[in-house]
Each structure stands twice: as C-alpha cells, then as structure tokens.
T-cell receptor, first 111, second 112 residues
Framework: EAGVTQFPSHSVIEKGQTVTLRCDPI?????LYWYRRVMGKEIKFLLH????????ESGMPNNRFLAERTGGTYSTLKVQPAELEDSGVYFC?????????FGAGTRLSVL | AQRVTQPEKLLSVFKGAPVELKCNYS??????LFWYVQYSRQRLQLLLR??SRESIKGFTADLNKGETSFHLKKPFAQEEDSAMYYC??????????????FGKGTLLTVNP
C-alpha cells in the first residue's frame, strides 16, 4: 500500500511569489489533514478535510493560505503571496479512522 | 486551551541505559495521547498510543491523569532509537475530527 505522498519535497521561492503544495493521501482515506512546523516551533494543525469538505480550518494562519480537495482525492495548499514567516515544513496526513499517517513533508523556504 | 509540553529539547544517553522522554499535557476533557517518532530522513510515524497499552520496540508509555503526563520509557536504549520523538494529544471534539496537538519534540541520541 502506498503511503501519503507530498510534492514537492522542497520548494525555494522569493517573497511575494506563489507556491502550491500537493498531497496524495492513502487510497480510501476520507480524512486529510495539513500541519506545519515553522523553525523552533511545534507542529501545528492547519486544517482537516473529510472527503472534499473542509471540516475544520481553524488553524489556517490567514487568507493567504488556500486549501482545496476537489473530488475528495488529492489536496493542494496554495500560499499566495508567500511571506518570509511562511517558511517551514508542511506535513500532510490521512486517516480512515483515528490513526493518522503522515507524508514526508514539503520544506518551504521563502527568501 | 490544550497544550503538550516536552521539556527536553535534546536528550543524550548511552546504549543500554534507561531512557525517559517526558511529556505533560493540559486538556479540559478526556485526552487521547500518542507518541510519534521521526527517524533520520524518514516520515513521521506512530510509535504508540495510550489506549492500546502496548509496548512497541521496547517502548512503553503510561497515561497519568493525576500528573497529566504521558512519559515515554525504555529500559535499555539502542543506537537505532536515535530519532526525534513527538508527544501528541488528540482532541475529543466529537465527530471525525481527530486533529492533533503536538509538543515541540525531543531529539534523542543514543551513543555507542
């Protein structure tokens, strides 16, 4: 069984540019979560999808972040425009029940 | 508000020594606690959860509601245990939302 896949593994962009991160969950997992870890801080919840619906987006930092999950399969997280403080590692996780399976993460560097 | 505290950023022990990674939490309801581990160049993976009360790779963790702790222990550390360990709390908010609150993590190094 393939695990959670995230693309790209690393992205380096300049402040003001747009970046789109992608997450492919484990097949059959209705729940999809986004988390991020910024330098020196803990891993923080961003949002949760159940299929294509946003169940909880209380962790999204501001309106520069837009997450979608069209068709209830893969999800994208777009940052537009990116700021320096957005640098960090973005994790995606999926689950069928209570156990979340994580992807390897996307390291975002905003210069 | 819910919070998970891992007081040690770094922990270094020798092979064969006992190891304890501390985790304290604050949560108003009945929490579910997890330990996740991230080995070098690998993804975050579940190590164990308190409700299963099992031992994985020789590690155990007991939920102590009186002390609001969920410390991870292993009697004899191995070099392959070197990794980043995260304690996490799942919110019992009902429905299917199982979002996790993580501690900052403890980097465990087991020296030969």
């Amino acid at each position: 069984e393939a695990g959670v896949t995230q693309f790209p593994s690393h992205s380096v962009i300049e402040k003001g540019q747009t970046v789109t991160l992608r997450c492919d969950p484990i097949s059959g997992h209705d729940n999809l979560y986004w988390y991020r870890r910024v330098m020196g801080k803990e891993i923080k919840f961003l949002l949760h999808f159940v299929k294509e619906s946003k169940q909880d987006e209380s962790g999204m930092p501001n309106n520069r972040f837009l997450a979608e999950r069209t068709g209830g399969t893969y999800s994208t997280l777009k940052v537009q425009p990116a700021e320096l403080e957005d640098s960090g590692v973005y994790f995606c996780a999926s689950s069928r029940g209570q156990i979340q399976y994580f992807g390897a993460g996307t390291r975002l560097s905003v210069l | 508000a819910q919070r998970v505290t891992q007081p040690e950023k770094l922990l270094s022990v020798f092979k064969g020594a006992p190891v304890e990674l501390k985790c304290n939490y604050s949560y108003s309801g009945s929490p579910e606690l997890f330990w996740y581990v991230q080995y070098s160049r690998q993804r975050l993976q579940l190590l164990l959860r308190h409700i299963s009360r099992e031992s994985i790779k020789g590690f155990t963790a007991d939920l102590n509601k009186g002390e609001t702790s969920f410390h991870l222990k292993k009697p004899f550390a191995q070099e392959e245990d070197s990794a980043m360990y995260y304690c996490a709390l799942r919110h019992n908010s009902g429905g299917s939302n199982y979002k996790l609150t993580f501690g900052k993590g403890t980097l465990l190094t087991v020296n030969p």
